[in-house]
Nanobody
Framework: QVQVVESGGGLVQAGGSLRLSCAAS????????MDWYRQAPGKQRELVAS???????NYADSVKGRVTISRDNAKNTVYLQINSLKPEDTAVYYC?????????????????WGQGTQVTVSS
């Protein structure tokens, strides 16, 4: 069993910054990609940023230049630094961790989601 827990959300004024954290724990052999998604009210969940196990990062066009994703492999933790926050960044931010675990037929890579952390940006 793998648990994924996000933290760091909150209410911030436009122009401010936040650092989100996501920690994975449990029966993990290794972790592949770690991703941050967000879902605003009435909108579909969208990928914000992803980072591979080797540290290669990708960003959505809407956040490039304002967001930095990083990870600490020793802690099975991924971070999302968001700067110059805008009201349109308001959303629930979710972490998705693709972890390699022991399955019934051997090792298997499975995606696990956290419960989300609310980010609200006031204008």
């Amino acid at each position: 069993q793998v648990q994924v827990v996000e933290s760091g959300g909150g209410l911030v004024q436009a122009g401010g910054s936040l650092r989100l954290s996501c920690a994975a724990s449990g029966s993990i052999v290794s972790i592949n990609d770690m991703d941050w998604y967000r879902q605003a009210p009435g909108k579909q969940r969208e990928l914000v940023a992803s980072i591979s196990s080797l540290g290669s990062a990708n960003y959505a066009d809407s956040v490039k230049g304002r967001v930095t994703i990083s990870r600490d492999n020793a802690k099975n933790t991924v971070y999302l630094q968001i700067n110059s926050l805008k009201p349109e960044d308001t959303a629930v931010y979710y972490c998705k961790t693709t972890a390699v675990v022991h399955g019934t037929m051997g090792l298997v890579a499975t995606a696990y989601w956290g419960q989300g952390t609310q980010v609200t940006v006031s204008s």
